[in-house]
């Protein structure tokens, strides 16, 4: 396969476009990063680790998603959710482990978890405030069990530890970062 | 077509990858530019790769600023202000060899993407600019603690009790506190950052601003961010008020004004004539180029 034949989703100048839309979500959360004409089809979860995963980092899998040459070209380590510095998981399904939260000198090391949804603005509307957000801004998450906000609540209780969320639909992603305060 | 096979064909005999670095020292930059901004002003560390001009000439903003680049930006990069000098010059030429498609520019407003070495321009900047700064050190607790790893225990605990003492003791041998730039900043209420050698007058443009601040220290290898909205407050005491420089002329009391645009707002450079007469300009190019032109259109 030449490079010309990669797939969209794995050239560097897919990557450098998905970052740049992802950073922005970052530092804004609440804003949706609509990724729909970068991914001929594939999954915005996928994009998102196809923007930061390498054989230097681990991810743990929980969806059974990824397909064999997903995992190739993500060319990622395998690894627990408790161990891993990367996690796929179903939002529809209420986490059953405690992610690396790193630790106070270096909570850089805490986990990013990509948490699949079903949409991002067609469910009961939560309230964000924080770091990137100029008063409030508005999540509404449709297919995220409720057990994910109280363990999220818990996994940030001390920052600067903690995890940060990637949620994604099926074509675009809202990010959570440690900071960012849920309310009702 | 790919970029893989366009790149390089700037220059005779330059075969590099777009943005010079390969994709796995862009994806390390982008993972730790990420978690930097999701933990506002905790220092991440990355690996810091060899850049082809020398460690403390701007490596770290240039590595933030090629992991973000795309061939549909336009990059503006200014030293103390001046979009001419040297060291901006220099970075903007190996951008546009390094970048094909990237447009440069002068205009502040034009820019996506704005690298700074120790200056935030003048005009306000949007939501969707970046400002990428040239960091020479990191860590403000380096005055008061030599020992990095003690230095990261008392970042992550918010222990900032000696950075006051120094503070402190500079009130008591001097009536007042002597850091003109690189003033210690608070950013969301936890970490303590080193905002780079920004003058005092820049300090307030990093609170609660419209777009993302991104910081990058080459030779200490430390990426750290303010996102856009974020509180970001100079500590100081409460009896005694941060204050910016005045340019007030000391006897008769009046702000000196730039001598090119008139401008009386804005930092300005202070520098001698042929005659030894003192003389006041603005130190950013742009905006003063941008007044004057508003000037002759008025006229």
């Known amino acids: ?65 990824l397909s064999e040459t997903d995992l190739a070209f993500l060319d990622v380590g395998k690894a627990t959710p408790e161990q891993a510095g990367f996690i796929l998981a179903r939002g529809a399904d209420a986490p059953g482990f405690i992610p690396r939260l790193g630790s106070l000198d270096a909570p850089e090391g805490g986990a990013t978890l990509v948490v699949m949804v ?20 508005t999540l509404a998450p449709k297919g995220l069990a409720p057990d994910w906000l109280a363990a999220r609540a818990r996994w940030c209780a001390d920052f600067p530890m903690g995890v940060d969320i990637v949620l994604a639909d099926a074509t675009s992603l809202m990010i959570l970062p440690r900071t960012t305060k849920i309310g009702a | 077509m790919h970029p893989a096979d366009t790149m390089g064909q700037t220059r ?11 994709e796995d020292a862009k994806r390390e ?24 001009i020398a460690r403390g000439f701007g490596t770290g903003g240039m590595q933030v600023t090629l992991a973000l680049l795309g061939p549909d930006d336009t990059c503006k990069v200014i030293d103390q202000g001046a979009d001419d000098s040297v060291n901006a010059a220099n970075i903007r030429n190996f951008f546009a060899l390094t970048c094909p498609g990237v447009t440069g520019t002068l205009r502040t407003e034009e820019a996506s993407v704005i690298q700074t070495r120790h200056r935030i321009p003048e005009l306000p900047l949007r939501a969707d600019q970046i400002l990428v700064f040239q960091v020479p050190y990191p860590d403000p607790l ?17 222990d900032y009790a000696r950075l006051w003492v120094k503070l402190y003791e500079d009130m008591v041998a001097f009536d007042e506190i002597t850091i003109s730039h690189r003033y210690p900043t608070r950013i969301n209420g936890h970490y303590i950052i080193d ?30 961010a303010v996102p856009p909205h974020t509180d970001a407050v100079p500590i100081t005491f409460t009896d005694v008020p941060f204050a910016v420089e005045s340019f007030r002329d000391k006897t008769t009391g009046k702000r000196h004004t ?42």
């Not at chain 1, 030449?2 to 530092?27: G, K, N, Y």
């Open chain 1, 1 to 65: 396969m030449s490079v010309l034949d990669l797939p969209r989703l794995w050239r560097p100048e897919t990557h450098q476009a998905l970052f740049r839309r992802i950073l922005d979500a970052t530092a804004r959360p609440g804003q949706i990063a609509d990724l729909g004409d970068l991914l001929d089809g594939r999954p915005a979860a996928l994009a998102a680790l196809a923007t930061f995963c390498d054989n230097t980092q681990t991810l743990a899998d929980l969806t059974g998603t």
């Open chain 1, 118 to 137: 079903e949409s991002l603005k067609d469910g009961a509307p939560l309230v964000l405030t924080g770091p990137g957000i100029k008063r409030t801004a």
């Open chain 2, 12 to 22: 005779e005999g330059a075969q590099y990858g777009f943005a010079f670095l390969d």
């Open chain 2, 29 to 52: 930059l982008r993972r730790s530019i990420f978690k930097a901004v999701c933990i506002p002003g905790n220092q991440v560390p990355y690996a810091s790769r060899e850049m082809p």
């Open chain 2, 142 to 158: 380096v005055v008061v603690e030599p020992n990095a790893a003690k230095r990261r225990r008392m970042h992550g605990r918010a």
């Open chain 2, 195 to 224: 905002p780079s050698p920004i003058p005092r007058f820049d300090v307030p443009k990093l609170h609660q601003a419209d777009c993302l601040y991104l910081f990058g220290a080459g030779r200490e290898k430390r990426i750290y």
């Open chain 2, 258 to 299: 730039c001598r090119r645009c008139g401008a009386d707002d804005s930092f300005l450079d202070e520098f001698l004539d042929d005659d030894g007469a003192r003389i006041f300009q603005c130190s950013d190019a742009a905006w003063c180029d941008m007044r004057l032109e508003r000037l002759e259109a008025a006229e």
